[in-house]
């Protein structure tokens, strides 16, 4: 983002408040736990105006990105467009009050322990980019201060080491790749695990060898090729100029049968080279809810030896339950089993709203952050049920929602579950999950053009989308995306143009309830999170800033090849020839 509006605003003050000591975010140099790869292969974690080459950052073809080579390539992508010497480390936010008169006070905590300082600056314009990965969400359990041992979250770690040096037996907490990436971490300096999956929750997540059928592409590839995407009901899906097919797809009953082969074949694929079917503990890792509702947590074996060997030879005990209670070094399962450690290690995943505080009180409905108690309104209220409407309309497949776990249960268990931490759910209340415009813009502040959210998202395409929301973001700030150039030139010196509120909130809801229905298994219900729907999501953001969408060289490229970084080089350039 910063990069991106600095080549549109050369000259503007512009100043990045980051928390942490080191550039990087989830790649901070204080995150870097061993083993820590991204889920992608070389070539589609970098951004389009900076290949991560070879000869500089020494990682090949076909391989992961360990997790220091990440955090080094975006110090130099920093450095190499002049961004470094403006973040202001070990910064962190904690307010940010909307001024009267417009503009926003930033408020600020700036340096470490006892020199901390606070500080204050006013900006006319704000984007928040404190990722959904930042927080990190740490379960309370009965009995916890007689468990006389460490109890972590993974985001530790790298900070804590020498527990993977010096556990006797750890016990881990969670499904999900940090769970995965823990119990592989202490399996491998041969610390016997003992892995809690809650019986009560989503189950092991999807975890996918690299390449997969069909024709054994790159998974994260896969995703990317805008054929393959049309098999994904989608609501911003016509955006790609598609939309006979997807109707005929998702809206006729042969169509909603080749979509139904498509996701057999890609699930079982993944479960027969898993092998989950040969070996009794294998089996505790099936997951429990087709791929098809499963968002961005789906994930890619990525380590340097067979996971699947550590459970095989028992050096991993895989649980499937949940923690009644804790007592010294020992949790005590719902099952009946106690198991023990010398430390828990939480992966329990990450609090999706951003850790900073609005003000004045109450604004955070306004600014579209997720909600636990939302209490709409009855036009709210309407707007909603008009949106869950069309969206059923649309897909009728996503009526018939997902059960889960081995009791199958549905999906709405589990919230009463989470109440615990939640409590307005206990009442029985909806949570309302991000509401931004284009996943970036709050409707209310949407003629304000003074505040945006970026990376509010999760996909597999985390750089690509990154850059396009950059430039749509950079462009809405300048007036100049595609709907003020039209309004421009009707309203010649009248009175600058504005978005209709009511239409940009009708469609902010539609696509916000449509991520809930749609990704039911995933993280729909908190923030955007979608798999196959990241080429149509680019093509509404390039349209919307005017660019051309589809941009391989020939027909079966655009269909067929995936779309990658290097598809979208050179977007700010052409946007700008386009507005001058
Ligand atoms: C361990 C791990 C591995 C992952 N691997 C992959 C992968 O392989 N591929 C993939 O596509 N995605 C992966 N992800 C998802 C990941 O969230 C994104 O890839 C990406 O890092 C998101 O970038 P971001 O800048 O939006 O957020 P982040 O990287 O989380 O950055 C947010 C930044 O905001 C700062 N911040 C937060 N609050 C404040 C505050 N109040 N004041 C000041 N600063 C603040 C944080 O310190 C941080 O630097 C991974 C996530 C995790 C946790
Ligand atoms: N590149 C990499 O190697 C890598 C590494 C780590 C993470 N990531 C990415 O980062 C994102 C976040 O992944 P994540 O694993 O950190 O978080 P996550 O996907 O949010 O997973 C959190 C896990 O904790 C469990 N959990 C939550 N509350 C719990 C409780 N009270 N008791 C027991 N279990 C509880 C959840 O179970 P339920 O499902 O039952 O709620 C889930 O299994 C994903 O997109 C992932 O792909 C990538």
Redesign the pocket.
Known sequence: MAKTYLDVNPSTRLTILESADTIGG?WCQGRLYSH????NLLGTYEYSDFPMDTAKFGVKEGEFIPGPVVHEYLKAYAENFDIYRRIRFNSRVDTVTRRDNGGWDINFSEGVGEKTTSKSITSARLVVATGL?SEP?V?RFAGQDDFDAPIIH?KALMEQESLVHESKEVII?????????SAYAFANAGVPVNW???E????P?WMAPPYVTPLKKRLEKLVGVRFLSWFSPCIWGESDGFGWVRRMLHNTVIGRLMVDTFWKILANDVITLNGYDKHPELKKLKPWTPAFWVG?????L?YPTDFFDYVRNGTIKVHIA??DHLSHKTAHLSTGVTVQGDAII?????KPHPSIKFLPEGIDKRLGLPQTAPNPTSAEATRIQEADATVLDRFPRLRNQPTRGPSHKDFKD?RSL?AR?HPALAQGEEEEPYRLYRFMVPPAFINERSIGFVGAL?TLNTTIVAQAQALWLTAYFAHGLAIDRQQQGHAEKGPKPAFDIDAVTDETVLHSRYCKWRYAAG?GLRFPDFVFDVVPYIDMLLQDVGLRSRRKKNGWSELFDPYGPEDYRGMVDEWRVKIA
């Open positions: 989830v820590l790869k991204t889920n990965t969400y379960p993974a907490l969670g499904g999900s790749k940090s769970g995965w990436d809690i999956i809650r009560s929750g989503h189950g997540m961005s947590s789906l994930s890619i990525n949940d923690i939480c992966s329990t995943g990450w589990l989470d931490q999760m993280f």
